[in-house]
């Protein structure tokens, strides 16, 4: 017996939740700083691919067509099966687009990359920037173009520890036509969206010349984030905006089309069968109007 109590009593100096709770702590932390070691260190935050047989020389013309599209890691509508690209490459190639910002690119660790394969076939230029890894590769932004890259840069609006989000600009043109198209994703957080816009707003490529901000706004409601959007872009014809989720029968105008300096003449979703089942968006589309520079003869 008193072997026994001397035993209890020893137990008692230590309680064993408080020593459950400290390593609990200490092996999150551990676990936080292999992530951020790891993301660090092996994530490349941006990449580049010209694909064999596009034009060098094509040129940006006055009227464009520019198009936004969240591909939802290649799953198809519910985003529970294996990733097939095929399906949003065969949307992406019916949009017949000269720009294309995408959303949710999945590229996998240690397979054939997919954007790389798309881009290859339909003979188009990619930028594509890391946002987050996800368990299956990396995952984020990406813009399509028909026309050489001039150059690109990546920002982080994350503005948050759950959601990480980014924006990824390229610039097109020469001195007679340019644009800069801007892709991102925008956090599903009001409050975190309100900061995300106005981080965009002061973005120097969108205020730089003839831009539009192109990507999946998450749009759900008339929140204090869209409705600034709306505001700063109403000199513009971007009003009416196409529903475009959910993909089968889409009511909600998630996906946007944004310009500056440049005159939209045409807006809509692309709403066909192939559309409705390759993601849980549709490719929303945009005829652009841009403006010519005039030089003194």
């Given amino acids: 017996m008193a072997i026994r109590r001397k035993r209890a009593a020893a137990k008692k100096k230590t309680p064993r939740k408080s020593r459950k709770k400290g390593g609990l702590a200490k092996a999150l932390a551990r676990g936080r700083a292999k992530r951020l070691a790891k993301s660090q260190g092996e994530l ?30 290649w799953t198809g509508v519910n985003g529970r099966g294996a990733p097939d690209p095929a399906r949003a490459g065969f ?13 949710e690119v999945l590229r996998p660790t240690g397979a054939d990359d997919p954007l790389e394969a798309l881009c290859s076939a339909l003979k188009l230029n990619f930028v594509f920037a890391t946002t987050r890894v996800h ?30 989000r980014g924006v990824l600009a390229a610039h097109f043109g020469d001195a007679d036509c340019s644009l800069t198209a801007i892709a991102t994703h925008l956090s599903l957080v009001d409050r975190t969206r309100t900061r995300q816009v106005r981080s965009l ?39 009416n905006w196409p529903a475009s989720f959910p993909a089968p029968r889409p009511v909600l ?9 440049a005159e939209v003449k045409e807006v809509y979703s692309h709403n066909t069968p192939s559309a409705r089942r390759a993601s849980d968006h549709l490719p929303v589309v945009a005829r652009v109007k841009l403006p010519l520079r005039i030089t003194a003869g």
């Fill in 44 to 73: 490349p935050p941006l990449s580049i691919f010209t694909a064999e047989g596009t034009d060098p020389g094509a040129r940006l013309g006055q009227e464009t067509t520019v198009a936004t599209y969240n591909v939802h890691r």
């Fill in 135 to 164: 368990k299956r590769g990396e995952l984020g932004n990406a813009i399509l173009s028909r026309f050489p890259i001039e150059s690109c840069s990546v920002l982080d609006i994350s503005h948050s520890r759950i959601e990480k």
């Fill in 253 to 261: 105008a998630l996906d946007r089309i944004y310009s500056m300096n």
């Fill in 201 to 239: 707003l002061h973005h120097p490529e969108l205020n730089a010349g003839t831009s539009v901000l192109l990507g999946d706004m998450n749009a759900w409601r008339k929140c204090k984030a869209t409705r600034t959007l709306d505001d700063e872009f109403s000199r513009h014809d971007n009003h």
């Fill in 91 to 103: 949307v992406i190639s019916e949009l017949d687009a000269d720009v294309i910002a995408l959303q």
